[in-house]
């Protein structure tokens, strides 16, 4: 509030017209009262950092995030799905990727195609725990 407008100024001086010095102290301290309970509401901005260093804080470039949840769709694309898509359409979709590209499907066919069915399996199941913590489930 503004110097003009505030309780404490006001009632403090209201209480040295009325008790002097004391009236003055109890006046200021009443107005403070006032002052912290009719004070206009604080807003909080809050924005993500990639890491916990904030030595270089003011060199960060600062932006908004999207409202819209990035992850939650590439969760769907990766499931192949819709995000209209019901909690049995979703487990489905996740089984019958996990079952397409389970590690142990393609192990007799070397290491390196082990190794990407082994991150798209755990993509897919990353996708559908997100998608599942979504929805409450």
Not at 36 to 64: A, C, L, V
């Amino acid at each position: 509030m503004s110097c003009l407008l505030s309780f404490r100024i006001i009632f403090a001086i209201i209480g040295w017209r009325i008790g002097g010095g004391r009236g003055l102290i109890f006046g200021f301290l009443l107005g403070w009262l006032l002052d912290s309970m009719y004070r206009r509401p604080t807003i909080h901005f809050t924005f993500q950092h990639d890491s916990d260093d904030f030595s270089n804080y003011d060199k960060q470039e600062r932006g908004w995030q999207p409202y819209v949840d990035v992850t939650l769709q590439e969760a769907y694309r990766t499931l192949g799905i819709s995000e209209t898509a019901t909690d049995d359409e979703v487990r489905q979709a996740y089984r019958e990727l996990a079952l397409r590209y389970h590690p142990d499907r393609v192990e007799s066919q070397g290491e390196a195609a082990r190794e990407q069915a082994e991150k798209k399996f755990r993509e897919i199941t990353e996708a559908r725990d997100i998608i599942m913590r979504a929805r409450g489930l």
